[in-house]
């Protein structure tokens, strides 16, 4: 069994594979793991941001290969977006990958308990509604072959300035967007945000059925897996006022929640690299080690 290691010592390969299949489109997954060495590693289940909309697999690149240098197999999706994907299909892709990770860690050269997931925004929205509802009706629609009987339950998530309360978020660009003056962060466009959520969602009622933070508070959930939140001081898209009233509502359901702010920083920040992206790496190094340590040993807990 190969150890975790946070100095990221190993050098790290990737592969694209098709995880699932919804009509005539093709799920696919980046699985990153390191090139030497025969696992199997611990697992991780990447879901990328983009305001429900943009973006792909390849994304949080930086992030993924950095994490997966620390010996780990981490398996970044690709869901369906936009009219495709919206609610709730989108989560219904990321429940499947997650299915997959599991059915397939032999292949994979995984081990998948503890499973963790990972998502940046939007990304860590959708991870967190199936850590939160793995067994939900509504999220087991995305047929994956050979995952019968097969959990999609996770261990932990690490939701990177996630977005856990869509109706809240909406308004909060409502009001933003009435604002004179433009922002000064680049990642900031209010109009093209609201568009997304009008995509997405069929109405601000479905934006509050999709709510994480509503889900724990009206005790909703399945399980409550342990979450460690980044969220970047200067961020606009989600406020920081957002973030901790959901750490606190998590806290008060019973669930283990950190918050870290890192200052100085935007949103999403660690997607491009630097001297921040390292320091907020090196502290998801850090908590992913104390999971494994804690699944391995349960009394190493403090």
Do not use: K
């Amino acid at each position: 069994m190969a150890d975790f290691d946070p100095s990221g010592p190993h050098e790290v390969v990737y592969e694209d594979v098709e995880y699932a299949s919804v009509g005539d489109a093709s799920l696919v997954a980046r699985v990153y793991r390191p090139r030497a060495g025969s696992g199997p590693w611990p697992a991780l289940v990447d879901v990328h941001g983009g305001a429900w909309c943009y973006f792909d697999r390849t994304v949080d690149a930086y992030i993924d290969t950095a994490l997966a240098a620390c010996g780990m197999v981490v398996v970044a999706l690709d869901f369906r977006q936009g009219e495709s994907g919206r609610y709730p299909r989108a989560v219904a892709d990321v429940v499947a990958g997650i299915r997959w990770t599991r059915a397939n860690a032999a292949r994979l050269a995984a081990r998948v308990d503890p499973l963790g997931a990972i998502g940046g925004s939007t990304g860590g929205h959708l991870a967190m509604l199936a850590a939160l509802r793995p067994s939900a009706a509504e999220f087991a629609t995305t047929p994956v072959e050979g995952d019968e009987g097969v959990a999609a339950r996770v261990a932990y998530v690490l939701p990177l300035w996630p977005i856990l309360d869509p109706l809240a978020r909406y308004r909060y660009l409502l009001a933003r967007r009435a604002e004179p003056g433009a922002s000064p962060d680049r990642l900031f466009q209010p109009q093209r945000l609201i568009e997304a959520h009008r995509v997405f969602f069929a109405d601000e009622a479905e934006m509050s059925r999709a709510s994480v933070r509503r889900i724990v508070e009206e005790r909703e959930f399945e399980s409550l897996p342990p979450i460690w939140i980044a969220h970047p001081e200067l961020d606009e898209n989600v406020t920081l006022a957002m973030s901790e009233a959901f750490v606190a509502a998590y806290r008060s359901a019973g669930g283990a929640a950190e918050l870290e702010v890192f200052p100085g920083v935007g949103h999403s920040f660690a997607n491009f690299g630097g001297e921040a992206a390292d320091r907020a790496i090196e502290r998801m190094r850090r908590f992913i080690a104390r999971q494994l340590e804690l699944a391995a040993d349960p009394r190493s807990a403090r």
